[in-house]
């Protein structure tokens, strides 16, 4: 093909990409007002879907152009579509870097959102709690300052999501963090169920060997609190048991949510995200 033809081309394909970026508006305007009429508040964010289209994409995913690039475009569309229907905004932690917090905001929720920062993880869970629908960002911290995980609860703010969602090398807004929002009820088929929980002495040093990551930690003169991902198919006694094996069961341990479980973006998108670090010794 001539140069020419190929030009002529490229216009014609983003003829085509225009029209079903105005045709998929239309339709998500549908869901919205179908959702109305039954009595549903619109949402920005539904994470289970979310993860099952993103999974979707990453296996049919080809070429040169950089993953990175198709799922930033796909999470600024949902947002920008969803957001004419859905009054959000989304509060940021702001103990984290806020230049990096605002570069993982903007690439997961768009342009189209207000963002709210806040004074730290504990005003965020606050002002999502507060809230009719709005969202939470929180940076993932090893050793928290303090344990705003405690300020979770089910008739409140939950861990819905964990970010980034696909693991890529060298990836743009690859702060590590957790979306934090409300939802009608726990929601039990969670790839990864998060659980808040504490105990009066030393934090069990080997709870990764029994399947348990440590999201985060606080250690103080009454014990530690920790901010525990393990597998969403065990039972909270499940969970106490494996403390148990690892050193010691919690004196407090209660699910504060789940999220879909981030894949490799590298490899195959069936494989599911292991943390490197180390498991912090009490």
Known sequence: ??????????DEIDARIHTALMERAQAEAGIQAAGRAAGAAPALFQPERDADLMRQMVERHQGDLPLATV?????????????????????????ADLIEMLDLARFYFGFSVELVPGSDAADVVGAVTASAGDLGLVALIDRAELPWWRGLSESGALVRARLPFVILDERPADLPALVLAKADSMIDNADIAVYDARWSDLLPGNLMDEGIEVLSFFRS????????????????????????????????????????APIDGNGDPDDTFAAEDEEPQG
């Open 1 to 10: 093909m001539s140069l020419d033809d190929l030009r002529t081309r490229v």
């Open 71 to 95: 799922e930033h475009i796909w999470r600024d569309l949902i947002c920008a579509c969803t957001s004419l229907q859905a009054d959000t905004a989304v509060h940021l932690d702001g103990s």
């Open 221 to 260: 003169a009454a014990g530690v609190d920790a901010l525990l991902a393990i597998s969403g198919e065990l039972t909270e006694e499940d969970v106490r048991a494996a403390c148990l094996a690892a050193g010691a069961a919690p004196e407090v341990l209660r699910r504060v949510g789940g999220y879909a």
